[in-house]
């Protein structure tokens, strides 16, 4: 009894100065959300399991973010349910303490104390660029052992770079390895939407009447343009757009000098214009400026990207042609790469993949290639479920491009179980048994299948069941060069394994005496190890 009482007087103790305890102390880490860093007024748990303040998870919705927590996870904001609990005992810690109880929060603080968030990892991208390089590398060594790809008829604006893509001529190739004897693969590093002329569309809003300065170099004519499009009045902007677009498109040594960081902090806006017109000419002279390579850094670094995902998201047509364009022609750059995924644009380039624009498939296939280049992009991929979405696309117009994109994915240890998890193997047996697919196609099936079978025990019985060393057989035989040397390696690991389990079975047999269950070389369904 007297030590029941001495514990029950203890607490009574403790409860009687709770309260006072409390005075002047900090909240509890728990209350305050990770993103805004302050107290939560409606905090909601979100897919993943954390709880942040709900106008957090909204702007980061908006703008694409899903940033880093300290703990290195990531949040899923896909779902986002009130978190009442935790409510009631920030508003009770609140009385307690004598602290005010949290204000709704100021939406335009949040959204920049995100767009802080985002600046900082755009900033860790680029610190990261020497790791960047060695997961291409890796890829190249993984996937395809370092092909020697040439991409012909390529009009490029890159430099040539040891290893890397380089540019010749008008009719230019980029090659990724020199070697010899390359396949070809019809490649381009220009987005389709922009051309020489402008589109049928457009020529309805840029009017020839409208003269360009022959000097475009000078000051005074990038204050004028400047102007117009920060003057309020809609028919300014627009005149100034179609004439910086038509001076972008024609002057190709005008881009570089154009490309300022005010210019592009005053195009930023106009890039989700409610006039289709405005909106339109701004894209389209993002994809211009950006066809220059020492451009694409200084535009991702302006902020130009959340604005283009949001027009590739619910723009008009045509800008989303040209958002898609420029995401891709920004994707070339290898400093790039990681922001923009960071920044929300691989999930629309999946959906662009099934647009009814010829022009948005092909450079949103394109920037997807490039993009996973990147390990941590084709993770990301992979969480999308991209595998599904390219397999069922092998077989239509894009099946060259899905293919490219698939082997990148099939190089991580993500991208290689969800394949195998879709039935990829049949998928791509069936690729392989068609006549009338590519040279280029054949080997990137056979590639892709080398890198599945490397480290699961799932892709023997999946190739058994789709009847791959028939086909494979076949490959030897009247493939190119590059597809027989993978599909002999194929060939041999599953042999390699069938061998093993074979005298795996045989020590059993020896070690218990030849019990009859036991069938030497011959697999559950009666057939022969040996035999494909």
């Given amino acids: 009894m007297g030590g029941n009482g001495k514990h029950r007087w203890k607490i009574s103790i403790f409860r009687s100065s709770f309260p006072s305890k409390l005075q002047n102390k900090q909240p509890p880490a728990e209350f305050i959300c990770p993103i805004s860093g302050s107290l939560m007024f409606d905090p909601v748990v979100v897919s993943s399991g954390q709880t942040f303040e709900r106008t957090s998870v909204q702007v980061c919705r908006d703008l694409g973010l899903s940033p880093p927590l300290p703990d290195g996870s990531k949040p899923d904001f896909t779902i986002a349910i009130p978190n009442s609990a935790l409510k009631s005992t920030i508003l009770k810690w609140c009385d307690n303490s004598g602290s005010p109880r949290p204000a709704a929060p100021d939406r335009t603080s949040v959204e920049n104390a995100v767009r802080t968030v985002m600046d900082s990892l755009i900033e860790a991208a680029d610190d990261k660029d020497s790791r960047i390089r060695v997961s291409e590398r890796e890829l190249l060594e993984g996937v395809a052992e370092k092909p020697d790809v040439l991409f012909s008829h390529a009009a490029t604006e890159l430099n040539h770079r040891a290893t890397h893509f380089y540019s010749s001529s008008s009719e230019e190739s980029v090659i990724a390895n020199a070697i010899p004897a390359t396949p070809l693969l019809p490649f381009t590093t220009r987005p389709l939407c922009f051309s020489s002329s402008l589109s049928s569309s457009s020529s309805e809003v840029v009017s020839d009447e409208i003269t360009i300065n022959p000097n475009p170099n000078s000051a005074s004519e990038g204050e004028e343009l400047v102007s117009k499009l920060e003057s309020p009045d809609i028919y300014e902007q627009e005149q100034g757009l ?3 677009r038509k001076l972008t498109r024609t002057k190709e040594e005008a881009r570089v000098s154009l490309c300022t960081p005010r210019l592009l902090s005053v195009i930023r806006p106009l890039l ?16 211009n400026v950006s066809l220059d390579k020492v451009n694409k850094v200084k535009i991702v670094r302006s902020g130009i990207v959340p604005p283009l995902i949001d027009v590739m998201k619910g723009g008009f047509p045509e800008s989303q042609e040209h958002a898609t364009g420029a995401i891709f022609s920004l994707a070339l750059e290898d400093e790039n790469k990681v922001a923009i995924g960071v920044l929300g644009a691989l999930q629309p380039l999946l959906h662009a993949l099934r647009s009814e624009s010829e022009r948005s498939r092909h450079d949103s296939a394109l920037a997807l290639y490039h993009l996973s280049l990147v390990q941590s992009n084709r993770v990301k991929l992979v969480k ?3 595998v599904s979405t390219l397999l069922t696309m092998v077989s ?10 698939l082997c990148n994915l099939a190089a991580c240890v993500e991208g290689r179980s969800a394949m195998l998890d879709a039935n990829a193997v049949e998928v791509l047996v069936g690729m392989l048994r068609r006549r009338e697919v590519s040279e280029s196609t054949q080997e990137n099936c056979v590639a892709a299948l080398h890198s599945l079978s490397h480290g699961s025990m799932r892709f023997k ?7 791959l060393a028939e086909v494979l057989r076949e490959v030897e035989e009247r493939g190119s060069e590059r597809a027989r040397e993978k599909a002999g390696k194929i060939l041999m690991v599953m042999r390699g394994r069938d061998e093993a389990a074979a005298a795996a079975a ?3 047999l020896l070690e218990g005496g030849g019990v009859s269950r036991y069938r030497v070389g011959r697999n559950a369904c009666g057939v022969n190890s040996t035999e494909f």
Avoid: D, F
Avoid at 396 to 405: D, K, N, P, Q, S
Avoid at 461 to 467: E, I, M, P, V, Y
């Fill in 242 to 244: 179609i004439s910086l």
């Fill in 384 to 386: 999308l479920g991209a």
């Fill in 396 to 405: 239509g117009e894009l099946a060259g491009r899905a293919m490219l994109v």
């Fill in 272 to 287: 989700v214009s409610r006039y289709a017109a405005v909106q339109t000419n701004a894209v389209a002279v993002i994809v």
């Fill in 461 to 467: 019985g999946l190739a058994r069941g789709a009847g």
């Fill in 506 to 508: 045989e020590g059993v």
